[in-house]
């Protein structure tokens, strides 16, 4: 699993943290980086990505493939 983060798109809102801390940070500019897209299940990962209000968490899968949106 892969996951690329649409800064334009981020709104700092901070779910995906709060979610999955071990995969998702924010940065001093409140906007989300990843830290290890597979420090938690796939699922929780994906539930991240579903829970981002503004859409900004792309899920991708081991070949580069977008699985989410
Ligand atoms: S949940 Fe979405 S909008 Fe909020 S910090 Fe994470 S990526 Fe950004």
Not at 4 to 26: K, M, S
Not at 51 to 67: F, L, Q, T, Y
Request: hydrophobic fraction near 45%; glycine fraction near 4%; aromatic fraction near 4%.
């Amino acid at each position: 699993m892969q996951l690329r983060i649409l800064l334009n798109e981020c709104c700092g809102h901070g779910t995906c943290v709060e979610i999955a801390p071990d995969v998702f940070a924010l940065d001093a500019k409140n906007r989300a980086f990843v830290l290890d897209a597979d420090a938690d299940l796939p699922e929780k990962v994906m539930e991240a990505a579903e829970s981002c209000p503004c859409s900004a968490i792309v899920v991708m899968n081991d070949d580069g493939e977008d699985i989410f949106p």
